[in-house]
T-cell receptor
Framework: NAGVTQTPKFQVLKTGQSMTLQCAQD?????MYWYRQDPGMGLRLIYY???????DKGEVPNGYNVSRLNKREFSLRLESAAPSQTSVYFC???????????????FGPGTRLTVL | GENVEQHPSTLSVQEGDSAVIKCTYS??????FPWYKQELGKGPQLIID?????GEKKDQRIAVTLNKTAKHFSLHITETQPEDSAVYFC??????????????FGAGTRLAVHP
């Protein structure tokens, strides 16, 4: 049981390049999330997917797109990377289906992205 | 919008002392308050949480207290050990069935426990 896995662990991009961050969970959770973590700012929600087939914007969605590929996988895409997107990106998942909902979000190990 | 303030931003204690981290939230409808520990190079891990129908919860050396009137909750770590050194985040959310729980995080507290 790996929990939440993310690839890659590290990535360096040049301004304008594109890339996709991958996330998968093996806990059969219905909800998945993408956060970014910047120094002194905690974690901020970029996008979330409450259930398979749905996605919605979070607090800081500009410059990002997401795809909920299936129940297990939720990817984050940067179409044209900018230096302001240098950050650590975390994927998380949770079980929000009645009656098993616990509200706990489980986080992956993160992807450290640098945009030059 | 919802806001969570966390203090202090850094905390240094001697091994064996207690550590207290405090958070305040703005949305009075919030009903779920988790605390996460993040070690260097890793993702946040839930260490304890509390719901609005409970005033205090303990798990070994860790306790959380909630004051809904003041919209304030705190993390207490007793008998601190060097392995407690990490960044701690509080969060608040309006948990609901069948939907997602939008967590609003505090900015984090870097705790250093010195032997």
């Amino acid at each position: 049981n790996a929990g939440v896995t993310q690839t890659p662990k590290f990535q360096v991009l040049k301004t304008g390049q594109s890339m996709t961050l991958q996330c998968a969970q093996d806990m059969n959770h219905n909800s998945m999330y993408w956060y970014r973590q910047d120094p002194g700012m905690g974690l901020r929600l970029i996008y979330y997917s409450a259930s398979e087939g749905t996605t919605d914007k979070g607090e800081v969605p500009n410059g990002y797109n997401v795809s909920r590929l299936n129940k297990r996988e939720f990817s984050l895409r940067l179409e044209s990377a900018a230096p302001s997107q240098t950050s650590v990106y975390f994927c998380a998942s949770s079980d929000n289906t009645e009656p098993t909902s616990t509200d706990t979000q489980y986080f992956g190990p993160g992807t450290r992205l640098t945009v030059l | 919008g919802e806001n969570v303030e966390q203090h202090p931003s850094t905390l240094s204690v001697q091994e064996g002392d207690s550590a207290v981290i405090k958070c305040t939230y703005s949305d009075s409808a919030s009903n779920y308050f988790p605390w996460y520990k993040q070690e260097l190079g890793k993702g946040p891990q839930l260490i304890i949480d509390i719901r609005s129908n409970v005033g205090e919860k303990k798990d070994q050396r860790i306790a959380v207290t909630l004051n809904k009137t003041a919209k304030h909750f705190s993390l207490h770590i007793t008998e601190t050990q060097p392995e407690d050194s990490a960044v701690y985040f509080c969060a608040a959310s309006l948990a609901r069935w069948g939907g997602y729980n939008k967590l609003i995080f505090g900015a984090g507290t870097r705790l250093a426990v010195h032997p």
